[in-house]
Structure formats: C-alpha cells, structure tokens
C-alpha cells in the first residue's frame, strides 16, 4: 500500500515523512507501522516471539513541487505520483525565517493549486485519448470497449473542465477500473496535512479550523500537524514520549492520526492472527471475503481453505484469551464468503 508524500518545496513534507517513520526512515521509502492499541493489547497478552503491526509504505521521492516554474508538475512527479495509491499532501501554514516558496504563507491557495495542477494533468491524458478514439472506428460500435470508454470519458470530462477531481465524481466498479488504467492522479484518496508552527500545536490554527472540517464533510482527510514537533516526539525514545507529549497537551502524535487516517482512505481494515510463534495485524480491504483474508496469508492456505474460526476482538477481550472465547462460544466458524470485519480475530483451517 504505497502512499507519496507531495507538496510544495519548503512545506516540510520530508520533516513530516520523518516524523510518521518514527525516526525509522532510511532513505526516501519506509514501512510505517500502523498505530492500534488493540494489536498492542493483543501482544502484551499473547506474548509472542514475534509482533508484526500493519504498515503502510511512505514514499517521499515525489520531487517537491517548484512555484513558479514553466511546468509546476514535473515529469518526474507524475511518474512517481501515479505509482502510489494514495497521495499525503503536505501545505505548508506555518511563518518562518524560511521564504516561502510564493510571496506569502496561504495554506489555502497552496492546497487549491495542486488540486488544480492534479485535475489539469488528468484533463490533459482524457482529452488525447478522447481525440484518438474519435478517429477509431470501434468507437462508434455499441458494446465495444472503445465506444464504453468513449462515453465515460466524455461524462467526465466537463466536471474535470470546472475543476471537479475524479475522486468526486460518480463511478461504477467497472468505471473506476477503467480510470485506474491511466493512473489519473485526481482519482487518487488525498489526506491534507497543514503543517502549522508550533505555537499552534494544541489548538491548531483558527483559521484552519473550518477549513478543516469542510474536507472532513466532503470525504477527503485532513490535519493541523507541526511537523517539527512531531519529529522531534519520534526521536525520543518510547519511555520518554508521554511525558513530552503531556507537556505539549497532547495524548499522542499527531503523525499517528495522519497515519491512520492515510489507512484509512485506503479503504483498509485489520485483522489479527495470534500465535506464540507470531502474532500479526495485516491489512484487508473493507468487504473482502474471509476466502480473500485467508490468501492475504499465504496463496497456499487459501487454497486449502475449509472454514475460518473467527471472534471479534471485543469479544476476544471479554474472554480474556482465544481458547477462552473458543470454549464459552464466543468464536464462531464461518465459510469463505464470511465478509471480514474490522478488529476480526481469524484462525484458518486447511487441507495442507
């Protein structure tokens, strides 16, 4: 699950990265652990020799957005923003003896203006393919994929012309599917990160604030983070971190909601195995079937796959143990199409 960090030179989108690999970065790619207090309430009961959380892959070689340049979207961007999933956009509303990369510090205009270069690049891909299947004779077919894409595109493309991301618009499965094949960047999830000063660390900006809650209300992600506060709470061993935090008023960093929340428009949930050997979170899709969770472990087991013995982790809790749940009847088997649920505890049996 690969999610590039963008934003415009001097945002601190490389402090922010630093700050979510929790001083564990080495280069620009890291897995980030996921931050779930039931996967670490699950541990300290389990004990296992091995404790394996759910990650993430933050990529920050997505070259930094330069104001004023011919072309404000490199090609080097594109070509590494369209190979991730989801994109962290990083604006920049914090004073500093730093110019800004415009005259001003404007979170707002920033964050508008790489949604429009965004819209602008997918604008530009829609209307070349359109011009050529106007020449293509399959086009005028009924039924044939051409025609089909024809006729999607030609729907998008006027919400596109008004500034309307694709990840607004409505799609079919099969739609979505088709856009997926050209990598439109404007149909990616976006998490917005305001990276204010630390002044404003507890309380946020004011005058982000509504801000906030408008994105929040459309669907899309977003944040009051100080990333140099943040970098500074992952440098700091783990015993040390909550009584820095404490002092801040802070009941945990905020890079950790950021990383959530990036999980979140994922459209990924977690499920656990549990054994002394290891114990594991991993990353399912919402509405994947246990047929599907059973081969997020290994091909192998799923296709041996009988059935899985699942309890949820609230009831795992009121058990106090997986054989706890086992016995008082508690965990339950169901067969492959078994939709997994968020905080499901699974154990799969097989024919190997």
């Not at 500093?96 to 530009?124: N, Q």
């Not at 004011?206 to 929040?216: G, Y």
């Not at 309890?311 to 058990?319: K, M, R």
């Not at 997986?322 to 169901?334: C, F, I, P, Q, T």
Request: with cysteine; aromatic share 6%.
């Amino acid at each position: 699950m690969k999610v590039g960090v963008i934003g415009f030179s001097l945002s601190g989108k490389s402090t922010l990265y630093r700050a979510a690999a929790r001083g564990q970065a080495k280069g620009d790619v890291t897995a980030v652990p996921v931050p779930d207090p039931r996967f670490d309430q699950i541990v300290a009961q389990v004990q296992p020799k091995k404790a394996t959380p759910a990650s993430i892959i933050l990529h920050d070689d997505v070259p930094a957005i330069e104001a004023g340049s011919r072309k404000m979207l490199s090609q080097r961007f594109l070509d590494q923003a369209r190979n991730v999933d989801v994109l962290l956009h990083v604006v920049r509303a914090f004073d500093s003896l730093v110019a800004p990369y415009h005259d001003s510090v404007d979170p707002i205009r920033d964050m508008e203006t790489v949604d429009v270069e965004l819209v602008l690049s997918d604008l530009a891909i829609m209307e070349t393919r359109l011009e050529r299947l106007n020449k293509m004779q399959q086009s005028r077919q009924p039924g044939s994929p051409e025609y089909t894409e024809q006729a999607l595109f030609s729907r998008l493309k006027p919400a596109l012309e008004n500034g309307t991301p694709l990840r607004d618009q409505e799609l079919s499965e099969e739609e979505a599917k088709t856009c997926r094949n050209y990598q439109f960047l404007s149909a990616k999830e976006i998490v917005v990160a305001f990276n204010i000063d630390e002044d404003s660390t507890v309380d946020g900006r004011a005058d982000l604030n509504d801000r906030v809650v408008e994105l929040r209300e459309k669907g899309t992600q977003a944040f009051q983070v100080c990333a140099t506060i943040e970098e500074e709470i992952a440098q700091l061993a783990p015993e040390d971190q909550p009584e820095f935090l404490e002092s801040l008023g802070l009941s945990e960093p905020a890079s950790a909601k950021v990383v959530r929340a990036i999980y979140d428009a994922l459209g990924l949930i977690t499920f656990f195995t549990i054994g002394d050997h290891e114990t594991r979170a991993w990353p399912l899709h919402e509405g994947s079937s246990a047929v599907k969770a059973a081969h997020t472990i290994h091909s192998d087991i799923a296709r041996g796959f009988i059935r899985a013995e699942v309890v949820h982790f609230d009831q795992y809790v009121e058990a106090g143990s997986v054989d706890a749940a086992n016995k008082s009847g508690r965990m339950k088997l169901e067969g492959k199409e078994y939709v997994v649920q968020d905080g499901d505890l699974l154990r799969i049996r097989n024919k190997t």
